[in-house]
Structures are given as C-alpha cells and as structure tokens.
C-alpha cells in the first residue's frame, strides 16, 4: 500500500487497516461480491483496482506484488486465472459500490461492493478524433501517390488488362475525334 493515511485509520492502527483491507479484498475476490460499510468500501477500492490491474498484467513479479498484500495462495490463482481475463479490456472502474441504507445497530450507511465482470463494448471512435486522424493521414496519402508513376507508365501485368487499357484509350480517343472535326 501506499503511504498511509491521515485521520482515523478505520478503527485501529495503520497495520490493522492494512491487514482489514487486505482481508476484505481477498473477500471480494472470493465472493465476488461483499457487503460492508461505506468508508470501508471507499477505502478498499483504490487497493482492489490497484490489485486487479496488476492481475492482468499476469506475470511473475505482478504476482508476487499481490501475494505480498493477500497472502493466501488460492485467493491470488483466483484473481489471476479467473477475474483477470473477465476484465482484461475493461480500462479501469473494476468495481461498484451500491448504497445499502443503514445499520440497524449503529446506523452506519451500508454499501455492497462488488466487482463489475460484465463484458465491456469498445467505444465507437468519436468524429471528432476520426476527422483528425483523417486530416493527419491526407497529407501523406497524397505523397504516397505523387510517387508512383503514371497509368499509362505502369507495367501491364496480363493480357486482359492490356485489352482493357487499350479498349479505354480506343474509347478515350473516339469522344475526343467528334470533338475536334466539329471546329
């Protein structure tokens, strides 16, 4: 985890929150879904998104990064062999937290965090990113044709588009003749 924060630390020590969120993110990814309380949600989801992201990128050393913070075995192969790939074009937002309402004992506010395994669309480029890109590749679209020799200069790879090139330049040739015997 990152430096630890200022305040309340959730009801103990920095390594008591430590040890909670960890234990409450190797919750999530078991159950996949958990109830708890709101500040507790808010305060594991960086680490969770953190965890996951990790998780996809899959190799050894990431691995190790997460067993440092879980330390149970299972729950880390879970991650890496089944969460992971459900969110592998997912960019982020790998959770969702959905108010509960309140604790009867204590009034906290409840929330259910979950993680968010749906199949992600791509977005459709928008018109104006296409319209720059456009813009950006025209320039060089037009050098591209710049150097490449003539028609009338390429060499004719068979003999039906030699046919062709010269039944075009016959036709070419005819609706030009009319117009030059009319002067």
Known sequence: MAAPTKGPRLGGGPAHERLMLANLAAALFTHKSIKTTETKAKRMRPLVERLITFAKRGDLHARRRVLAVIGDKT?????????APLVELREGGYTRITKLGFRKGD???MVQIELVLEPVSPKPKSAKKTAAAAAASAPAEVAVE???PAAEEAPVESAEQAEAVEVETAEVDA???PVGDAK
């Not at 729950?75 to 969460?83: M, P, Q, S, W």
């Open 75 to 83: 729950v880390v192969h879970e991650l890496f062999t089944e969460i």
């Open 107 to 109: 009034n906290a506010s």
């Open 146 to 148: 710049e150097t490449e």
């Open 175 to 177: 609706e030009a003749a």
